[in-house]
């Protein structure tokens, strides 16, 4: 299995955990800042980094039924948003393989 190592993002805008400053996403990756998650404000992401992914489970959200996972921080397990497996509503097709991260739960790192 070996040793998982941390990814650098280069960028001027970076994103990390809150708690560890672990960088999670590149500001230029962000789909849509119209996003409300747990703690309220949240951005959707097209890709982020240093990241476990929990069990994937359905939930119900304010645009309707989704498949979801949590997604913490591989550094300190601290859950940071979740990733969208699958959208049931055509709507709502373009969040499938996309990521939300919370703003409480993360800081800009640089």
Aim: hydrophobic residues 30%.
């Amino acid at each position: 299995m070996g040793l998982a190592y941390n990814i650098y993002l280069n960028s001027k805008r970076i994103y990390g955990c809150k708690i560890c400053k672990t960088h999670l996403a590149d500001h230029d990756e962000i789909i849509s800042r119209n996003f409300r998650g747990q703690h309220g404000k949240a951005f959707l992401f097209n890709s982020v980094v240093n990241v476990q992914l929990g069990e994937a489970g359905e939930r119900n959200m304010i645009t309707g039924r989704h498949v979801v996972r949590d997604i913490s921080c591989r550094q300190c397990k601290e859950v940071v948003g979740w990733k969208y497996d699958r959208a049931y509503e055509s709507t709502e097709k373009y969040k499938e393989g996309k990521y939300i991260l919370e703003q409480e739960l993360m800081c800009q790192v640089s």
